[in-house]
């Protein structure tokens, strides 16, 4: 009795074990939840509690990125997206069933006995206990998803990272085009006053002078409308820092510095292929789904029940082992098989797909890099010199039609048409004329070209960002 005794104590607790601890740990599960763990250290705690990240007075694009790194709501959503991922792991990896007691006595003309009492252990008879295997293998499916949304956050990062420094850009560039355009004004509101003043001499008509005037005005209404884009802009940045729309965020004084990719052609693509986030995250998927369709194989495994019992005097013990067989489900388990087999191809032909787009968008972004790279070298190596020359030739010609012709440049030399005091005020030296026109004739042509080279570097900056994400760099890279 002793012996039977021993032996269903001994299964009592293999069952219990089996039922309470049964859970698989697949590898690189702990890593994981670790590395998940450390990055959402900045959500760790509600927003409503969370201390804020003091607002620089006047803030970098690098400043601006981390702000939004530990503030925007979106990038937080991807983060909790991949903790919930890694929560399912150990759900799929337990056993769904629980342990069950049952306990029953026979009544004998109102009696019970020890004898006639018994105890029963067992599993919940709704729910069967799994072969391990399909544990293993649902707990791997669900590591390779949570490895995929883990991709998937910081993918979230870099195209946080470009949506913010884009803006910032669009918000610095605007700027820029707003004080060229004022040098611009400044110099035609000058030629306007010059005009009236030749006019007045009799050296110029009306149409020059509402000309001029036109064009001042033309420039000021540039101005406006470029002013008004501005708060639109900053508020666009103030929703990627989870900042109020109106806050302040000052107005850059200048476009940030470009930076030049240093690495070749080939090993840009090469590095696309290997680093993007997107990429390595379907490859986690595709793991997954192999790992699904081995799940949907071992549904042929029968599962089983077990039941312990044994009377309280310990006289006699029961062992009940029962086992599913899934013979009539062959038809649902062929379909479950082929239906994983499915979503791998299609995982698979979706990672081709955006492993050729993206080797397309890597090439016509180096593209557009090395000609804008070239554009900009043309113009601080070459433009600058050739602008140069041409503004002195003008310059000569001025210099010379002064010589020529004096009275060109002088309003004294008309008195009939204001008086003294007038002429006084109004007196134009030549070589003032002369630098003005020569301001006039260099404005003239930089307003065609410091834009055109300002939405160069902006261009510039935008491609190389996309390509930074393409090829999954971090910020400093």
Same mark, same amino acid.
């Given at each position: 009795?002793?012996?039977?005794?021993?032996?269903?104590?001994?299964?009592?607790?293999?069952?219990?074990?089996?039922?309470?601890?049964?859970?698989?740990?697949?590898?690189?599960?702990?890593?994981?939840?670790?590395?998940?763990?450390?990055?959402?250290?900045?959500?760790?705690?509600?927003?409503?509690?969370?201390?804020?990240?003091?607002?620089?007075?006047?803030?970098?694009?690098?400043?601006?990125?981390?702000?939004?790194?530990?503030?925007?709501?979106?990038?937080?959503?991807?983060?909790?997206?991949?903790?919930?991922?890694?929560?399912?792991?150990?759900?799929?990896?337990?056993?769904?069933?629980?342990?069950?007691?049952?306990?029953?006595?026979?009544?004998?003309?109102?009696?019970?006995?020890?004898?006639?009492?018994?105890?029963?252990?067992?599993?919940?008879?709704?729910?069967?206990?799994?072969?391990?295997?399909?544990?293993?293998?649902?707990?791997?499916?669900?590591?390779?998803?949570?490895?995929?949304?883990?991709?998937?956050?910081?993918?979230?990062?870099?195209?946080?990272?470009?949506?913010?420094?884009?803006?910032?850009?669009?918000?610095?560039?605007?700027?820029?085009?707003?004080?060229?355009?004022?040098?611009?004004?400044?110099?035609?509101?000058?030629?306007?006053?010059?005009?009236?003043?030749?006019?007045?001499?009799?050296?110029?008509?009306?149409?020059?002078?509402?000309?001029?005037?036109?064009?001042?005005?033309?420039?000021?209404?540039?101005?406006?409308?470029?002013?008004?884009?501005?708060?639109?802009?900053?508020?666009?940045?103030? =929703?990627? *820092?989870?900042?109020?729309? @109106?806050?302040? !965020?000052? %107005?850059? +004084?200048? #476009?940030?510095?470009?930076?030049?990719?240093?690495?070749?052609?080939?090993?840009?693509?090469?590095?696309?292929?290997?680093?993007?986030?997107?990429?390595?995250?379907?490859?986690?998927?595709?793991?997954?789904?192999?790992?699904?369709?081995?799940? =949907?194989? *071992?549904?042929?495994?029968? @599962?089983?029940? !077990?039941? %312990?019992? +044994?009377? #309280?005097?310990?006289?006699?013990?029961?062992?009940?082992?029962?086992?599913?067989?899934?013979?009539?489900?062959?038809?649902?388990?062929?379909?479950?098989?082929?239906?994983?087999?499915?979503?791998?191809?299609?995982?698979?032909?979706?990672?081709?797909?955006?492993?050729?787009?993206?080797?397309?968008?890597?090439?016509?972004?180096? +593209?557009?890099?090395?000609?804008?790279?070239?554009?900009?070298?043309?113009?601080?190596?070459?433009?600058?010199?050739?602008?140069?020359?041409?503004?002195?030739?003008?310059?000569?010609?001025?210099?010379?039609?002064?010589?020529?012709?004096?009275?060109?440049?002088?309003?004294?030399?008309?008195?009939?048409?204001?008086?003294?005091?007038?002429?006084?005020?109004?007196?134009?030296?030549?070589?003032?004329?002369?630098?003005?026109?020569?301001?006039?004739?260099?404005?003239?042509?930089?307003?065609?070209?410091?834009?055109?080279?300002?939405?160069?570097?902006?261009?510039?900056?935008?491609?190389?960002?996309?390509?930074?994400?393409?090829?999954?760099?971090?910020?400093?890279?």
């Amino acid at each position: 009795m002793s012996s039977s005794t021993s032996i269903c104590g001994r299964v009592t607790v293999v069952l219990l074990v089996g039922l309470v601890g049964c859970t698989v740990h697949p590898p690189g599960g702990f890593e994981e939840r670790a590395a998940a763990v450390q990055m959402g250290k900045p959500f760790e705690n509600r927003i409503e509690v969370r201390q804020k990240t003091p607002f620089p007075a006047n803030p970098t694009s690098d400043q601006l990125v981390e702000y939004a790194l530990l503030s925007n709501a979106e990038l937080e959503q991807h983060y909790w997206e991949w903790r919930s991922a890694i929560e399912q792991i150990p759900q799929d990896a337990t056993q769904t069933t629980t342990l069950n007691v049952a306990a029953g006595t026979s009544i004998t003309n109102g009696h019970t006995s020890l004898g006639s009492s018994t105890l029963t252990l067992s599993n919940d008879p709704m729910t069967d206990i799994k072969w391990p295997d399909k544990l293993d293998a649902a707990a791997k499916r669900a590591l390779e998803n949570a490895r995929a949304a883990g991709r998937r956050f910081f993918k979230a990062k870099y195209d946080l990272r470009y949506k913010v420094l884009k803006a910032y850009y669009d918000y610095a560039l605007n700027a820029e085009l707003i004080r060229l355009e004022q040098s611009n004004q400044r110099l035609l509101r000058t030629i306007a006053t010059v005009a009236e003043t030749r006019n007045r001499a009799g050296r110029s008509g009306q149409r020059d002078v509402l000309k001029s005037s036109n064009e001042a005005d033309l420039s000021g209404n540039d101005i406006a409308n470029m002013r008004s884009q501005l708060p639109s802009q900053r508020a666009a940045i103030n =929703a990627l *820092l989870s900042r109020s729309a @109106d806050a302040p !965020l000052p %107005v850059p +004084t200048k #476009l940030p510095a470009s930076r030049r990719v240093v690495y070749r052609d080939g090993d840009l693509v090469e590095m696309a292929a290997k680093q993007n986030p997107e990429l390595i995250a379907l490859a986690d998927e595709i793991r997954g789904r192999g790992e699904g369709i081995r799940l =949907a194989e *071992l549904q042929y495994v029968p @599962d089983f029940n !077990l039941s %312990v019992g +044994t009377d #309280l005097m310990g006289v006699t013990q029961s062992l009940l082992a029962q086992a599913t067989i899934p013979f009539l489900r062959y038809e649902a388990l062929n379909a479950a098989i082929a239906q994983a087999e499915a979503k791998l191809r299609a995982s698979e032909a979706m990672r081709r797909e955006l492993g050729n787009n993206l080797t397309a968008q890597v090439i016509a972004d180096i +593209t557009i890099i090395r000609d804008a790279g070239r554009q900009l070298d043309l113009f601080d190596h070459t433009m600058e010199r050739f602008l140069r020359k041409r503004i002195d030739l003008h310059i000569d010609r001025l210099a010379d039609l002064h010589i020529t012709k004096p009275r060109f440049w002088n309003i004294n030399a008309h008195p009939n048409v204001v008086g003294q005091n007038q002429r006084r005020n109004f007196a134009i030296r030549p070589k003032h004329i002369t630098d003005l026109h020569a301001q006039y004739f260099e404005n003239r042509i930089r307003r065609r070209i410091d834009p055109h080279f300002a939405n160069l570097r902006f261009q510039l900056s935008d491609v190389c960002l996309c390509l930074r994400d393409a090829l999954g760099f971090g910020q400093s890279q």
